[in-house]
């Protein structure tokens, strides 16, 4: 391509404080529309805000995890600009002295290489309330103003995304990391996770940087994808007819999945920084970031490859695992009571995943315990049971909640290990198949599975697969 995008964005995320930024209003994303309100966050007159100081740790937490100087010295300013669901007519936020700066997110980059993505800043300010629009009219709803919110701006000048999968795993990963902190339940449904992303296109090997267009309100990875991908061909069709690009401000329309204009693009002076009187300047001194820094967990990185090395899993199951920290923790809690690792990821990945998925469960819901799960797993191991009669015990545990000792106890459920009825099984199921047989001995191994398949419907899956294949290729002298 003659073309390159270059794309940032700001990421604003919602903290999981138990108080709003400047009040005691408690947070909760699922209250009734205005039941968390005060004199404080509706900006009544003579009202004064109190800054929570846990909204400033995960702040500094956010910043340390993505590599970020932690500024000494940081100040909050109001933003002025003017929306029904922004109760003083500004927005305490900060500008020219946030909380942390210089950071990086690192990434894999298309080529299969580590790729930082450079971190602008991360600074501290309050959310907006949140319209909803009926037909002919607006109702607003102020619990969610003055929800402590972090904004992650990613930096045009250090690394930026270059491609849709680079920025799809930019977003997941900074989600990945702030969900392990619990910083953020980061859930976009809930507008804890949002974005509004900046989109332009270059020459390649061009080193200046064209107008930027600015793409806001985005719901979903998805529509942030679309967005991008239509924003890109409609600015190099431009480009390419030899028309400049305006910076503006643009909405996706998720139904024709086009941008379409809102508003030309403002720049700060437009919103009258200025510090907010009312709140004094904050000194950070090193010990403060240094017991923050301690309460830091293992993030998802590091997680990975020490999986990879404690456990001998591929990395691809091993992103699986750690994709959250529930999972993560629950195969920890297993591999205490079983050794067989790789048996273990597959099962809770494949069988747990399955169970939970129907019963729209998440692992933390998970009705088995970690110790009864490897259990299960260490009888498959052990040739107690087979994988088959393993996954309908593991279908009661699911629901009953008993151990799986006891649901084999109570039905008798034996592995059939005696070669001599096996054998006569075989001998029946290759019978009733020669049209498979011929196709075995011309060369063809697949239908050997179907063969093994017909043998354990016959056992009602309680004879041993491999011991059953062996068998098989053995009758019909397949080595």
Known sequence: MEFEPVICFEIHAELK??????????????????????????????????????????????????NCRINRKAVFARKNYFYPDLPKGYQISQYEHPLCEDGYVEITADDGSPYKVGIKRIHLEEDAGKLVHEKGYSLVDFNRAGVPLIEIVSDHTRNPIRSLREAREYLETVRQVLQYMGVSDCIMEKGQFRCDVNVSVRKKGQKDFNERVEIKNMSSFKFVLDAIQYEIKRQTELLKAGKKIVQETRLFDEKKKITIPMRTKEDAPDYRYFPDPDLVELDISPDFVSQIKKRIPELPAEKVKRFMERYGISRSDVLILTRQRETADYFERCAKYSSDYKRLSLWIINELFRLLKSADKSIKECPVEPEAFSELVNMISAGNITEQIAKSVLEEMFVSGKRASQIIKEKDIKVIQDKDILSQMVDEVIAENQEIVKKIKAGKIEPVNFLVGQVMKKTKGQANAKLVREMILQKLDIT
Not at 36 to 65: S, Y
């Open 17 to 66: 404080t138990r108080s709003k930024l400047f009040c005691s209003c408690a947070v909760d994303p699922d209250a009734a529309p205005n039941t968390h309100i005060c004199p404080v966050c509706t900006a009544q007159p003579g009202t004064l805000p109190v800054l929570n100081k846990r909204a400033v740790e995960f702040t500094i937490m956010a910043g340390l995890a993505f």
